[in-house]
């Protein structure tokens, strides 16, 4: 065993030992190998004595010279500094200062240069040794650029987008950090962009085409001479360039607008992408994180006017998403104290002026402002989500007060509550309206669902027979200011409505535009051949009366016939009437909680 156990080591250290094996290695044979091993070592070794600020080179091996390029006649005498070649400011550099003033051990990896310019990273390890009052130190270096290479290629498939190839959301954002906002100088501009209606796109040719789009957007917007192009949401991109001065801008947002015009070829599939675009520019020192805030505040303006084409950040659209967060906030208290009421505004028929129904309009009792009209929080409320909670309960109170109100009444007055898109879509309202008449005791034909034109143009599974439910429940359907949007006749036909309702602006202008006149009169005779309850909103004067009297609308609320009042005086005001006007026969007549 002992004969195996000396075959395992090297023959040198056999040797050293002697052939009687009686004893340590001797200093003489160590000293006698240590050139051999030092030389044939495939790390380079480095000797250096510290002088001063200095330590020069006393000695290195052969890897030393095959790894720097320089021979040892070249670098004896020398401080090794010159490996630094220009990148004399990297932190590591100061650490092996710092270490060796300090007579410390250092490990760190920096860049060095070769004798040929070629750049490799060094891993250093550089190890303090005194002889007597003098320190020297014994460097061993090692090439590990593959390593680094490897390492680095890694980092920056972590932080690319797997699908575009561009830098992902927190890459963008800290290179941004990292690279802008030391520089005093630069002029950023920061371009956000999404692509409108994108999860359309992938519903109707897929996700590997919507994948593709994107792909094609990355590298389009790759091609633009950035300084950084990110993938920043599912369908959102910002692009961050240096400019020289601040009127480049809108040339820079053009050129980005122009590069995405042209039609996207993928999967064989010829596909006309349209772009939402909002930018910031600015000096970056200290704020390029607010720059790419303030360009997706410009964004979010923009999406607001998609005709508007590309937006620069304004300080109002600052103010405006502040007074939304702040709004949100007080909505979800408002919710939570049901802080909102409910005003109604007659409607009447235009030859008796007989009280026909109501349009129950919401209010927000805010603590400080007061009565608050529905279009300073309607869109905010829609946009956080909590007009879905509102919505229940504005069909439990019109539905409680319908309740009362024609309690008594031979014939009952109708109301009803206008729904947007966004709550029909998330609720089943045919359950809900089930579930408030249960809970109030009210008649489904007292009320009616006020929709707007824009629910016709949704192909959303579903739509069309959650409207055929609540017919089939017996609630009204009205459309909301006919004409004013994408008015589709034949959706007329095919969704079963009940009513449609003439937008104030045609009634506003009956005297003075003629071209009016024709459009309300069509709608009227619409109306009539198929069997639709028509309401003119805005009714104002006699002569607008009298006017839609004579086209043969009978239904009309405005003004003239009285102002939105609270529920306790709607109840008195519809007292003061009389019997004939509360014996006459009830029309359907849709109310909204959102005018």
């Given at each position: 065993?002992?004969?195996?156990?000396?075959?395992?080591?090297?023959?040198?250290?056999?040797?050293?030992?002697?052939?009687?094996?009686?004893?340590?290695?001797?200093?003489?044979?160590?000293?006698?190998?240590?050139?051999?091993?030092?030389?044939e070592?495939?790390?380079?070794?480095?000797?250096a004595?510290?002088?001063?600020?200095?330590?020069?080179?006393?000695?290195?091996?052969?890897?030393?010279?095959?790894?720097?390029?320089?021979?040892?006649?070249e670098?004896?005498?020398?401080?090794?500094?010159?490996?630094?070649?220009?990148?004399?400011?990297?932190?590591?550099?100061?650490?092996?200062?710092?270490?060796?003033?300090?007579?410390?051990?250092?490990?760190?990896?920096?860049?060095n240069?070769?004798?040929?310019?070629?750049?490799?990273?060094?891993?250093?390890s550089?190890?303090p040794?005194?002889?007597?009052?003098?320190?020297?130190?014994?460097?061993i270096?090692?090439?590990?650029?593959?390593?680094?290479?490897?390492?680095?290629?890694l980092?920056?498939?972590?932080?690319?987008?797997?699908?575009?190839?561009?830098?992902?959301?927190?890459?963008?954002?800290?290179?941004?950090?990292?690279?802008?906002?030391?520089?005093?100088?630069?002029?950023?501009?920061?371009?956000?962009?999404d692509?409108?209606?994108?999860?359309?796109?992938?519903?109707?040719?897929?996700?590997?085409?919507?994948?593709?789009?994107?792909?094609?957007?990355?590298?389009r917007l790759?091609?633009?001479?950035?300084?950084?192009?990110?993938?920043?949401?599912?369908?959102?991109?910002?692009?961050?360039?240096?400019?020289?001065?601040?009127?480049?801008?809108?040339p820079?947002?053009?050129?980005?607008?122009?590069?995405?015009?042209a039609?996207?070829?993928?999967?064989g599939?010829?596909?006309?992408?349209?772009?939402?675009?909002?930018?910031?520019?600015?000096?970056?020192v200290?704020?390029?994180?607010?720059?790419?805030?303030?360009a997706?505040?410009?964004?979010?303006?923009?999406?607001?006017?998609?005709?508007?084409?590309?937006?620069?950040?304004?300080?109002?659209?600052?103010?405006?998403?502040?007074?939304?967060?702040?709004?949100?906030?007080?909505?979800k208290?408002?919710?939570?104290?049901?802080?909102?009421?409910?005003?109604?505004?007659?409607?009447?028929?235009?030859?008796?002026?007989?009280?026909?129904g109501?349009?129950?309009?919401?209010?927000?009792?805010?603590?400080?402002?007061?009565?608050?009209?529905?279009?300073?929080?309607?869109?905010?409320?829609?946009?956080?989500?909590?007009?879905?909670?509102?919505?229940?309960?504005?069909?439990?109170?019109?539905?409680?007060?319908a309740?009362?109100i024609n309690?008594?009444?031979?014939?009952?007055?109708?109301?009803?509550?206008?729904?947007?898109?966004?709550?029909?879509?998330?609720?089943?309202?045919?359950?809900?309206?089930?579930?408030v008449?249960?809970?109030?005791?009210?008649?489904?034909?007292?009320?009616?669902?006020?929709?707007?034109?824009?629910?016709?143009?949704?192909?959303?599974?579903?739509?069309?027979?959650?409207?055929?439910?609540?017919?089939?429940?017996?609630?009204?359907?009205?459309?909301?200011?006919?004409?004013?949007?994408?008015?589709?006749?034949?959706?007329?036909?095919?969704?079963?409505?009940?009513?449609i309702?003439i937008?104030?602006?045609?009634?506003?202008?009956?005297?003075?535009?003629?071209?009016?006149?024709?459009?309300?009169r069509?709608?009227?005779?619409?109306?009539?051949?198929?069997?639709?309850?028509?309401?003119?909103?805005?009714?104002?004067?006699?002569v607008?009366?009298?006017?839609?009297?004579?086209?043969?609308?009978?239904?009309g609320?405005?003004?003239?016939?009285?102002?939105?009042?609270?529920?306790?005086?709607?109840a008195?005001n519809?007292?003061?009437?009389?019997?004939?006007?509360?014996?006459?026969?009830?029309?359907?007549?849709?109310?909204?909680?959102?005018k």
């Open positions: 065993m002992e004969e195996v156990e000396k075959l395992k080591q090297p023959d040198f250290m056999r040797r050293a030992r002697g052939t009687a094996d009686n004893g340590p290695l001797s200093a003489d044979a160590v000293r006698s190998i240590l050139p051999t091993l030092v030389e070592m495939t790390d380079g070794i480095a000797i004595k510290r002088l001063g600020a200095n330590s020069p080179l006393l000695y290195v091996n052969r890897a030393f010279e095959h790894l720097t390029g320089y021979s040892r006649t670098v004896i005498g020398k401080d090794c500094r010159y490996l630094q070649g220009n990148e004399r400011e990297q932190p590591e550099i100061a650490r092996i200062r710092a270490a060796i003033g300090a007579a410390e051990p250092v490990d760190e990896t920096l860049q240069y070769r004798k040929d310019g070629s750049a490799f990273w060094n891993s250093l550089l190890r040794a005194w002889v007597g009052d003098e320190l020297f130190y014994v460097g270096l090692r090439d590990v650029s593959a390593l680094r290479q490897a390492h680095i290629a980092d920056r498939v972590a932080n690319l987008d797997g699908t575009t190839g561009c830098l992902n959301r927190q890459s963008f954002i800290q290179a941004a950090e990292g690279r802008f906002e030391t520089n005093a100088e630069t002029i950023l501009l920061v371009v956000k962009l692509v409108v209606s994108f999860h359309d796109l992938n519903t109707g040719y897929g996700f590997d085409v919507g994948d593709a789009l994107l792909c094609e957007t990355g590298r790759r091609d633009m001479g950035a300084a950084l192009v990110g993938r920043m949401g599912a369908n959102e991109f910002a692009l961050a360039f240096e400019l020289q001065d601040e009127p480049s801008a809108d820079t947002v053009k050129l980005v607008s122009a590069s995405l015009a039609d996207f070829v993928v999967a599939a010829s596909v006309s992408l349209r772009f939402s675009i909002g930018y910031a520019v600015g000096r970056p200290g704020s390029a994180i607010s720059l790419i805030r303030n997706g505040t410009a964004l979010r303006a923009a999406k607001s006017d998609p005709l508007g084409g590309p937006r620069r950040f304004r300080e109002s659209d600052h103010e405006q998403a502040s007074r939304r967060v702040r709004m949100t906030r007080e909505l208290v408002a919710v939570a104290n049901d802080e909102f009421v409910y005003h109604f505004q007659p409607q009447v028929d235009l030859i008796t002026g007989e009280w026909l109501a349009e129950a309009l919401i209010r927000w009792n805010h603590p400080l402002f007061g009565s608050q009209l529905p279009g300073g929080f309607i869109e905010t409320a829609e946009r956080s989500g909590l007009l879905l909670d509102l919505t229940e309960r504005s069909l439990t109170t019109v539905a409680t007060f309740r009362r309690a008594h009444r031979d014939k009952a007055l109708r109301f009803s509550v206008n729904v947007s898109a966004g709550e029909f879509l998330q609720h089943d309202m045919a359950e809900m309206l089930n579930r008449l249960h809970l109030t005791g009210a008649e489904p034909e007292w009320l009616t669902l006020e929709i707007t034109e824009s629910m016709f143009l949704s192909d959303t599974p579903g739509v069309m027979d959650a409207f055929q439910q609540l017919r089939q429940i017996g609630v009204g359907l009205s459309v909301d200011d006919f004409g004013t949007g994408y008015s589709n006749l034949r959706s007329l036909e095919t969704f079963p409505v009940t009513e309702k937008d104030r602006t045609f009634v506003s202008e009956l005297a003075t535009r003629p071209a009016r006149r024709v459009i309300v069509a709608v009227i005779e619409l109306g009539r051949a198929l069997g639709l309850t028509v309401v003119a909103e805005g009714v104002e004067t006699e607008q009366r009298a006017t839609l009297g004579e086209m043969g609308c009978r239904v609320q405005g003004y003239l016939f009285g102002i939105p009042t609270d529920a306790e005086s709607f008195i519809l007292a003061r009437m009389g019997s004939e006007a509360m014996d006459a026969p009830a029309r359907a007549l849709p109310v909204s909680v959102h």
